[in-house]
């Protein structure tokens, strides 16, 4: 599988940005997409991903009410929708893909398959 990035790039702090992602193959049942970050200086951490069959989604608390996953169906592929931007959503965005188990669902090792990154900077 592999993941294609696009979206990003530079926003004022309350803007609002959108990433996509797609997978070159099917999706399957279990099969969860969704979105890491890595901020300057940081670890990589959980953003948002929803499970493809079903549409469950989960949100790291920073950005709840604020960010929003959906899927794509006929393009294999999620969005997030990020609106409200805050200088701290700074950081290099990594699509991801994989079926984690229910402890893993936030944790980076339930993912097998990783996109490239893409940038995502917000100024103040």
């Known amino acids: 599988v592999q993941l294609q990035a696009s979206g990003g790039g530079l926003v004022q702090a309350g803007g609002s940005l959108r990433l996509s992602c797609a997978a070159t193959a099917r999706t399957f049942s279990g099969y969860f997409m969704g979105w890491f970050r890595q901020p300057p200086g940081k670890e990589r951490e959980f953003v948002a991903v929803?499970?493809?069959?079903?549409?469950?989604?989960y949100y790291a608390d920073s950005v709840k009410g604020r960010f929003t996953i959906s899927r794509e169906y006929a393009k294999n592929a999620v969005n997030l929708e990020m609106n409200i931007l805050k200088p701290e959503d700074t950081a290099v965005y990594y699509c991801?893909?994989?079926?984690?188990?229910?402890?893993?669902?936030?944790?980076?090792?339930?993912?097998?398959?990783w996109g490239q990154g893409t940038q995502v900077t917000v100024s103040s």
């Open positions: 991801v893909a994989g079926f984690p188990i229910s402890s893993s669902v936030k944790r980076r090792e339930g993912y097998r398959y």
């Open positions: 929803v499970k493809w069959n079903g549409g469950s989604t």
